[in-house]
């Protein structure tokens, strides 16, 4: 330990503040962690500017089933980094379970779904609550503003999370993942944002698989529609009342549960194009549509995420 962290401790420990758990400086990251037999990268970003000492949100972002931490982390097809310089927040993009040495191809078990992780039983709500404690060993993260989004498998994982490790996270934001839990019987409510282009060849809006889900249709799932999720949270989450329409533009839409217990929220934005994408991404996949420029998924989960906090600040 440094003389000055030492010194920055003892103030901190005087003053009744949180200490700074570590020297770790902004910009990007990498460490490993050991889960279950395997070593799987962490891509950990620390915006610039933060306060020192005192405690900052943690966003988890997870990547699509196939795609790997380092593909999550890349600015140009998703842009979460860039959104945390400008929110303040720390995001981190840990890697699912892969059988390869370099962690390439992965995948989450987000329970039907998805590939290799699902069929071994990976302890994925247990790896990333060893992800959370591994980051707040070296930063300050605010207890009550812990969130975890993802895209397509992901976002299936960040809705397990929400199920499974609701005493951890305050709220999650799912983008073209919908809920793929066999069961789920959260602990406190937990608000859900769902992100989804209707015209999504993936995971289809209206429930099951499109042709270009997967090549290996084993490997995947009759997803369950968007609208089946949604009314899943709204009982989870004991929410009463016709969701109230938040935002309408050409080409999207949001609308949201407000009366919903403890606080919580669950809120649904829907683009009419870009396929299995994530909206505002200024890169996509070669051969794919565009994606949606109705709607920036970035700014609509920062936002959704900071409303549910400050609502019960």
């Known amino acids: 330990m440094t003389l000055r962290l030492r010194l920055l401790l003892l103030l901190c420990a005087l003053l009744g503040l949180p ?5 770790l400086a902004a910009g990007t990251h990498h460490w490993r962690l050991d889960w279950a037999g395997q070593s799987r990268e962490l891509v950990v970003h620390v915006p610039p500017g933060l306060p020192a000492g005192l405690p900052v949100p943690l966003v988890l972002a997870l990547h699509g089933g196939g795609g790997h931490a380092a593909f999550m982390a890349d600015d140009e ?4 980094s860039r959104q945390a310089d400008r929110s303040g927040f720390v995001v981190a993009y840990p890697n699912g379970f892969s059988r390869l040495p370099g962690g390439r191809f992965a995948t989450w ?3 039907g779904c998805c590939g290799a992780a699902r069929d071994r039983g990976s302890d994925d709500v247990g790896f990333i609550r060893a992800v959370v404690a591994s980051v707040r060993e070296r930063i300050t993260i605010d207890p009550t503003r812990i969130f975890a989004t993802g895209m397509s498998n992901g976002g299936m994982l960040a809705h ?3 199920c499974d490790a609701a005493d951890l996270f305050r709220a999650v934001a799912a983008v073209a993942g919908t809920d793929a839990t066999r069961q789920c019987t959260p602990s406190r409510p937990v608000s859900v944002l769902h992100i989804h282009a209707r015209d999504d060849t993936h995971v289809l809006f209206n429930g099951g698989a499109g042709a ?9 799932m009759d997803f369950v529609s968007v609208p089946d999720t949604i009314a899943r949270w709204v009982q989870r989450d004991r929410c009463s009342g016709a969701p109230q329409r938040i935002l309408e533009r050409p080409g999207a839409y949001c609308e949201e ?3 919903c217990a403890g606080g919580s929220r669950v809120r649904l934005c829907v683009t ?3 396929g299995h994408s994530w909206p505002g991404a200024e890169q996509v996949r070669r ?6 420029t109705a709607l920036d998924a970035n700014e609509a989960i920062w936002r959704f995420f900071d409303d549910v906090s400050s609502a019960r600040r």
């Open 160 to 162: 397990r999370l929400a």
């Open 212 to 220: 270009e889900a997967f090549r290996d249709r084993a490997q995947v």
């Open 19 to 23: 200490a700074h758990a570590a020297d």
């Open 77 to 80: 097809r998703y842009g979460l």
């Open 109 to 111: 078990n987000a329970g």
């Open 287 to 292: 051969g794919k549509p565009a994606a949606s």
């Open 272 to 274: 009419d194009t870009g």
């Open 257 to 259: 549960h407000r009366d």
